[in-house]
Structures are given as C-alpha cells and as structure tokens.
C-alpha cells in the first residue's frame, strides 16, 4: 500500500525558535497533502490543504504566518512552525492523497510529536 | 460532510467479532462511509469505504443500512493489536475533499 513518511518523530525545541516538519510519500505521488494537530485524548483537526506549486489553505483559526505549509514537489511537504511556544505543543500528522489513478484515497504519515519547552 | 455518530468505547473479547456502529442520519446520496482507525501516537489506518453495497476486505467488512442512515464496521476475529480509536467519516470522494474527524469510538480488545 502507499507509505507516507514524516521526520522528525519526535521533536523538542525550546520556545521561541522554529520547527520544520517534512512529511513525504515515498511510492506515489501526491498532489494534495493535508495537515492535521492531534491534542492528547483528541480528535485530529485539520489545519490545512496543501496543493503542490501553489499556496496552502488553511482552516479557519490557523494561522498562516506561524504555520508556514510548503508544497515544492509532488512527494514533499514540509510545515514549519515558527516561533513555537508551549501551547504549540502537539501531535503533528501529515496525510497524501493519491493521483486519481490511485482512487482518491488519504494515506497518514505516522506523527510528529512536537514538545515546546 | 454529514455529521456521524459513534460510542465512545466499546469492549470486545479477542477472538470474537467486534461489530462497530455508526449513525449517520443525514447523509446525502453522493457521500460514501469511510472508516479510519487510529492505534496509539501512530497516524490513522484507512480501513475500508462503501457507498451502499456491504464491503469486505482483508481488514474487515462494512455492512450498510439500506436506508443509508447506518453503518455497521466488523472486525470478525480482533486480536489485541486491534485496540484502537474507530473514526466513521461520510463524505464526497474524488476532488481534494477534506476528512473530518469526530471523536471516533474507542475500542479495546481484551483477552
């Protein structure tokens, strides 16, 4: 089946500094990715669509300016979080979704879980 | 999307059959079930979708009301790796429709 990958797994940073996260689908191509945050003992909520060669979508609440979502290939996308405080402290998850030929499905990466100290 | 519902927790005794429900009362014609589950601090498993007709696949079956407004996920045999959170989600496929998760129902799998 299609595999999504995400690195770092697991992050610590110190708050106030940045975090990129890259999320990459390694047997298909993927013109849209989705970005979701995981709080504990919560549902996943979407953050954004990531479309590939153009600027992302964000739902409603989410900042652009401090979620910076990056699409530059058909395989990769990266989310940086910029000036991460405490409160950004979360369970970060990336899906794919496959070209049409791959029947529309979303495909998870396994997390990131970013602590902000 | 139509809005599901689900329980929050089921028990399930490994080797028997875990019959996981879902309501989903107002979904339209052109929206399919999707089903995902989540095991702990990993991302989410897609499991298996239908439109109308039940479907069976190596992971498990889907049994769809025919009136559409329920939906039954069986997982004939769990085992304990099947502990997890269940999402049922309806919605549009094709496009870049988004999936938006409820609170799913979690279930354990005892021995």
């Known amino acids: 089946g299609a595999v999504v990958s995400q690195h770092p797994s697991r992050v610590i940073c110190k708050s106030g500094t940045s975090v990129k996260i890259e999320c990459r689908s390694l047997?298909?191509?993927?013109?849209?990715m989705f970005w979701y945050r995981q709080f504990p003992k919560k549902s996943l909520m979407l953050m954004a669509t990531s479309n590939e060669g153009s600027k992302a979508t964000y739902e409603q609440g989410v900042e652009k300016d401090k979620f910076l979502i990056n699409h530059a290939s058909l395989t990769l996308s990266t989310l940086t979080v910029t000036s991460a405080h405490p409160e950004d402290s979360s369970f970060y998850i990336c899906s794919a979704r496959d070209l049409p030929q791959g029947g529309y499905e979303q495909y998870f990466g396994p997390g990131t879980r970013l602590t902000v100290t | 999307d139509a809005k599901t519902t689900q329980p929050p927790s089921m028990d399930c005794a490994e080797g028997r059959a875990a019959n996981l429900p879902c309501n989903h009362s107002t979904i339209s014609g052109n929206e399919y079930v999707y089903w995902y589950r989540q095991i702990h601090s990993q991302g989410p498993q897609y499991i298996i979708h239908g439109l109308k007709n039940n479907e069976t696949n190596e992971m498990a079956s889907l049994i769809i009301t025919e009136d559409r407004k329920s939906s039954t996920l069986i997982l004939p045999h769990a085992t304990l790796r099947d502990t997890a959170v269940y999402y049922c989600i309806v919605r549009v496929t094709g496009g870049g429709n988004k999936l938006t998760f409820g609170t799913g129902t979690q279930l354990k799998v005892e021995l």
């Open positions: 047997d298909f191509q993927a013109t849209t």
